[in-house]
């Protein structure tokens, strides 16, 4: 069984355990933007993969937006057919202002902080995004994004949970019904951050909102009681015997 895993910096466990967003981030891991293996090791997703006995395959990316989360997640769909059946998707999504620019092949993660490095030909155009930027418009295409996302993976028959890493859809008035596939969408309290806030999690650095290690287990317990509430393995071998 796998247990597929994305999101962004919270589900990468950036510095969780050591200052690192990136495997490249003390030159041990080569030039790769990977989680770093040593924060990974203390993600939400690896102790949640280990407590049902499932091998990890995590594709987040620190600082990255939902639309390379759909992008990425879409593609191991895509080209892991056989392993559909047998995979279990849980999917953080970050803040719904972010943007993936394609540019000269690649991709290009940008937020609304005014602080993101882009190339000099995508300056001016990022200088116009963090000034025009329109959270209602931003949270209403994300919310149908994801739920479109959600509506595919139902037809496909993939099991899969989300959650908000951040940002929430309680401003939303034309809620969907995802049964129990989104943990709260429309509470602010659910979120994994304001969860975090309100149980017990500890910043490993406050000023970029990364929880720490410890932090990363007690959301690791909460996503497990979910599952196990609602009985998305529901086959006595979808589940480790530890």
Same mark, same amino acid.
């Given at each position: 069984?796998? %247990?597929?895993?994305?999101?962004?910096?919270?589900?990468?466990?950036?510095?969780?355990?050591?200052?690192?967003?990136?495997?490249?981030? @003390?030159?041990?891991?080569?030039?790769? !933007? *990977?989680?770093?293996?040593?924060?990974?090791?203390? +993600?939400?997703?690896?102790?949640? &993969?280990?407590?049902?006995?499932?091998?990890?395959?995590?594709?987040?990316?620190?600082?990255? +937006?939902?639309?390379?989360?759909?992008?990425?997640? *879409? &593609?191991?769909?895509?080209?892991?057919? @056989?392993? %559909?059946?047998?995979?279990?998707?849980?999917?953080?999504?970050?803040?719904?202002? !972010?943007?993936?620019?394609?540019?000269?092949?690649?991709?290009?993660?940008?937020? &609304?902080?005014?602080?993101?490095?882009?190339?000099?030909?995508?300056?001016?155009?990022?200088?116009?995004?963090?000034? @025009?930027? @329109?959270?209602?418009?931003?949270?209403?295409?994300?919310?149908?994004?994801?739920?479109?996302?959600?509506?595919?993976?139902?037809?496909?028959?993939? !099991?899969?949970?989300?959650?908000?890493?951040?940002?929430?859809?309680?401003?939303?008035?034309?809620?969907?019904?995802? *049964?129990?596939?989104?943990?709260?969408?429309?509470?602010?309290?659910?979120?994994? =951050?304001?969860?975090?806030?309100?149980?017990?999690?500890?910043?490993?650095?406050?000023? +970029?909102? =990364?929880?720490?290690?410890?932090?990363? *287990?007690?959301?690791?317990?909460?996503?497990?009681?979910?599952?196990?509430?609602?009985?998305? %393995?529901?086959?006595?071998?979808?589940?480790?015997?530890?």
């Amino acid at each position: 069984m796998i %247990l597929y895993a994305n999101g962004c910096s919270h589900t990468a466990a950036a510095e969780a355990v050591i200052p690192a967003c990136f495997a490249e981030d @003390d030159g041990r891991h080569g030039i790769d !933007r *990977r989680p770093h293996p040593t924060n990974l090791a203390a +993600s939400w997703c690896s102790h949640v &993969a280990d407590a049902l006995g499932h091998n990890l395959i995590c594709q987040a990316e620190s600082g990255c +937006s939902n639309a390379r989360i759909l992008r990425t997640t *879409r &593609a191991w769909i895509a080209n892991n057919p @056989d392993l %559909l059946a047998n995979t279990f998707f849980i999917i953080q999504w970050t803040t719904w202002e !972010r943007q993936e620019w394609l540019h000269r092949e690649v991709y290009y993660q940008v937020n &609304a902080s005014g602080t993101d490095w882009v190339p000099e030909a995508l300056q001016k155009r990022y200088k116009q995004f963090v000034i @025009d930027i @329109d959270w209602t418009l931003a949270t209403l295409q994300a919310h149908q994004d994801i739920w479109q996302l959600h509506q595919d993976m139902l037809q496909l028959g993939i !099991r899969h949970l989300f959650f908000s890493g951040h940002s929430t859809f309680s401003d939303i008035e034309n809620r969907h019904d995802w *049964r129990n596939h989104y943990i709260l969408p429309y509470d602010r309290d659910h979120s994994y =951050h304001n969860w975090l806030i309100k149980n017990g999690g500890v910043y490993a650095n406050p000023h +970029s909102y =990364h929880f720490d290690a410890q932090s990363h *287990r007690l959301w690791a317990d909460h996503v497990l009681e979910y599952v196990y509430h609602n009985q998305f %393995l529901t086959h006595a071998h979808e589940i480790s015997s530890d």
